[in-house]
């Protein structure tokens, strides 16, 4: 059994509005999906992702009236994105331009990177990537060729790295690879590598035991989710993690994916999603995230939900 790489990276906003403006037409995604958070449904699920929503690309929002996140230690700390090695110029101007907190380009890890954080302060780091197939949204305005592609390596941090390690090989059959100092001097991080490897199939752990916990907020991460193709295979790792003693919340009907959740002994929310059915599931690909869906268990509440939301453009 192999996890394939990144599914999608679930964070939180409190600015809808804003936040949908940030990813549209600053990071030039294409918003895939507008629903709700379907245990909170007073709150949005915001997606954005590339042009054809592909499973790896997706970055999604809980709107939630909070407060900024406290960062920390027992948290998802970096959010990596991928684009073509010869656009890192173009980003960095482009964020700058927009007074963003931008860092400079340099190598890390072997790789050519880029820092930044959105306006609530959510840490990002682009990151050259490999040659392959992608899918730009044709009404972006970011130009084709410098288009985020999709999601890149996922940095969690850990106090202790013993329990995670073990989590991460033994269950989840990731592949420890190799290591690298944390570019903030905070500790040592560790490559686990899934499917067939690569920077969207890489997640990072860093040893950070000095810093304080972190309480999530506006700008945090909620979760990180891992790619596998399909339902029957998401039974396959319920039984798993039951076999090997690991609480989770068993299978999770989300409509657009199916889910699994469970947290590993850092404290951080893992989920494993399928790439099936996918998003124009409920409407026409054409036009998937322009109007407000809702999975056919909500649907007849469509009308009391939509008043409880806030315009969005």
């Known amino acids: 059994m192999q996890l394939t790489g990144i599914h999608h990276l679930t964070a939180i906003t409190a ?31 915001l997606f954005f992702a590339d042009g054809a929503g592909s499973p790896g690309s997706d970055l999604t929002f809980f709107d939630w009236p909070v407060t900024p996140e406290r960062r ?9 994105l991928r684009v073509a090695e010869d656009s890192l110029d173009y980003w960095a101007n482009r964020l700058r331009d927009a007074d963003l907190s931008v860092g400079d380009i340099a190598t890390l890890d072997g790789r050519t990177s880029l820092d930044f954080e959105d306006p609530e302060g959510q840490r990002f780091r682009l990151t050259a990537d490999e040659p392959g197939e992608a899918h730009p949204w044709e009404r972006s305005p ?17 106090p202790d790295l013993a329990g995670t390690d073990l989590i991460l090989t033994r269950v989840m059959n990731m592949e420890k690879i190799r290591d690298y100092a944390s570019p903030d001097g905070e500790g040592q991080v560790h490559v686990y590598s899934m499917g067939k490897g690569g920077p969207s199939a890489e997640l990072h752990v860093a040893v950070q035991p000095g810093l304080p916990v972190a309480r999530q907020g506006a700008g945090a991460v909620h979760h990180v989710a891992f790619r596998v193709p399909d339902a029957p295979t998401i039974q396959k790792w319920v039984q798993r993690l039951n076999d090997f003693r690991v609480p989770s919340s068993g299978e999770v009907e989300r409509y657009y994916f199916r889910s699994l959740y469970f947290r ?3 404290g951080n929310l893992f989920e494993i ?7 124009a599931v409920d409407e ?12 056919p268990f909500l649907e007849a509440r469509r009308a009391q939900i939509e008043a409880g939301l806030k315009p969005l453009d």
Do not use: C
């Not at 600015?15 to 949005?44: C, E, I, M, W």
């Not at 230690?73 to 990596?80: A, F, L, P, Q, V």
């Open 15 to 45: 600015d809808a509005p804003g936040n949908n403006r940030f990813y549209t037409d600053t990071l030039g995604l294409r918003r895939v999906k507008k629903t709700v958070n379907q245990d909170d449904t007073s709150a949005y699920h």
């Open 72 to 80: 920390g230690t027992n948290s998802i700390s970096r959010t990596g």
């Open 142 to 158: 970011v130009p084709t060729e410098h288009q985020i592609r999709g999601l890149g390596p996922i940095t969690i941090s850990v």
């Open 264 to 266: 590993e002994p850092g």
């Open 273 to 279: 999603a399928t790439d099936t059915p996918g998003f």
């Open 284 to 295: 026409p690909f054409e036009t998937m995230g322009e109007a407000l869906s809702l999975p």
